[in-house]
């Protein structure tokens, strides 16, 4: 009997020893939780035993218990790893489409050759379907789905309408608009260049030149003329004769007091380009007008291949200066807006502490893709360990309950962020050591009862 209780207490301790061996194997696994083993004395009694002489049958190992504590989170560089603080699981499945959900705290996650975010074994991330507004239309795991990031978002849209702002330097030297060429800066006061998009979505430079005209031109020295170019080409303005009148309010009749001399004019042609007249009053306020209407050049394809909105490939384009100012400081270009987009490409992936996923093109537009799927159980111990620092769920542990991060009893996400495993190695060496005493002393045990019976045979 002795040497059973012994050979119990030996297999205890070797239970003891593999349960904190692998603890230790583990500390820099990230979302590995702490195991402990328990056990239980063996105890035998029958009707005709008594219970007061009886003695126990040794050491059984009741369970090997794990330990769902909080680990520390350490930071990232990757958008895409996740540490929960607080209560649930990762939900993740083996195959698209399947039921056959895992789950996990090891949030270390990434885009595999299909763009579906995945874990490092390449299960597939659950998350809830979502609106364009970001909220779940649904939390369950029946409807629970992995997420895909596309790598392009929109439609390109051209550029209709163009708005200018800046300011026009009253003590610039003033020159002869008839001889504008914009390959000689000694032509021009001022320029500015903006991106503008064909309906392809591809992209195209806009600039434009100011000249101040000379005492006398455009009947006042507060005007200005803007010549506009794409692509280093001359566009067309609209209006009678190819040149477009600015007036203050689109009859000629100035709305505030002008210098002498401002009244409607006209732009002049410079060597096959057209020019729009800007009017400032005698306090250098921008005096509105009607916005000009340009027409460019085909953008895009040629020939045969012109694609754009007009038969001829050419887009107009309306510009319109947004309170201009002509004050004695240097040329500064305060607003220079379009309304034109091209496709975006992904250029960011957030995730929120309530775990919406959003992405971020280069065109400016954001999604919102899909919310991360959280589980919480009755029974966290009761989960079977399936590898790879996941679990399923059994009877023991009851069904997954599924919810949002940051709601009711789920914790937040920390987005670039990883939960390390809650193992503490002092305490693990220490308790190495314990289960090794105990291991010495229950052979020590075994080794007595070996010299008793010796003992005994010895007898004559």
């Known amino acids: 009997m002795s040497f ?88 993740t499945s083996s195959d698209l489409g399947t039921a056959d959900h895992a789950f996990t705290r090891a949030g270390a996650f990434k885009v595999d050759s299909n763009n579906y975010m995945v874990d490092s074994a390449g299960n597939y991330l659950q998350t809830f379907p979502v609106d364009k507004d970001g909220n779940s239309t649904s939390v369950s795991l029946t409807t629970a789905k992995p997420v895909q990031i596309p790598d392009t978002a929109g439609s390109p849209v051209k550029t209709e309408n163009v708005t200018l702002q800046m300011n026009l330097d009253a003590k ?18 001022n320029v500015t260049s903006m991106t503008i998009y064909d309906s392809l979505g591809e992209s195209h430079i806009m600039t434009t030149y100011f000249v101040k005209p000379k005492d006398g ?29 600015v007036d203050a309010d689109g009859d000629g009749s100035p709305d505030v007091p002008l210098v002498s001399g401002g009244g409607g004019v006209s732009a002049q042609t410079a060597a096959g380009w057209t020019g729009a007249v800007l009017k400032f009053n005698s306090v250098g306020a921008y005096i509105e007008s009607n916005p000009a209407v340009i027409t460019t050049e085909p953008l895009g394809n ?15 384009l309306t510009v319109k200066f947004n309170a201009p100012t002509q004050y ?16 975006g490409r992904l250029t960011n ?28 159980f009755a029974n966290e111990q009761g989960l079977t360990q399936v590898g790879n620092t996941s679990w399923k769920a059994s009877l023991a542990s009851g069904p997954a309950l599924a919810g949002e991060a940051n709601s009711g009893t789920f914790g937040g996400i920390s987005s670039s962020a990883l939960e390390q495993s809650n193992i503490d190695l002092t305490t ?19 080794e007595v009862n070996n010299t008793l019976q010796q003992t005994i045979l010895q007898i004559r």
């Open 217 to 245: 031109a455009y009947n006042g020295e507060n005007n200005w003329v803007a010549y506009y170019a794409v692509d280093n080409k001359p566009v067309n303005l609209s209006g009678p004769a190819g040149k477009y009148d």
């Open 4 to 91: 059973n209780i012994a050979l119990s207490g030996i297999a205890a301790a070797q239970k003891d020893l593999n349960t904190t061996a692998n603890n230790i194997a583990n500390a820099n696994t990230i979302g590995f939780k702490e195991s402990r083993a328990e056990f239980a004395d063996v105890y035998a009694n029958s009707i005709f035993s008594n219970a007061k002489t009886a003695v126990g049958g040794g050491v059984a190992t009741s369970q090997v218990a794990q330990q769902f504590h909080q680990g520390s989170l350490q930071l990232t560089n990757n958008s895409l790893d996740m540490a929960i603080k607080g209560g649930g699981f990762f939900v």
């Open 172 to 189: 610039a030297a003033a020159l002869d608009p008839a001889a504008f060429d914009p390959a000689d800066p000694k032509t021009y006061n």
């Open 428 to 446: 693990e060496l220490v308790d190495l050591i314990s289960a090794q005493r105990n291991f010495q002393a229950n052979s020590r045990t075994l």
């Open 349 to 376: 992936v957030e995730i929120g502490t309530d775990g919406l996923i959003t992405a971020s093109y280069s065109n400016g537009s954001t999604v919102n893709l899909a919310r991360v799927a959280l589980v919480r």
């Open 302 to 316: 040629t020939g045969a291949n012109v694609i754009g909105p007009g038969a001829d490939g050419t887009q107009s």
């Open 328 to 343: 004695a400081d240097p040329f500064s270009a305060t607003e220079l807006k379009q309304d034109g987009t091209t496709v």
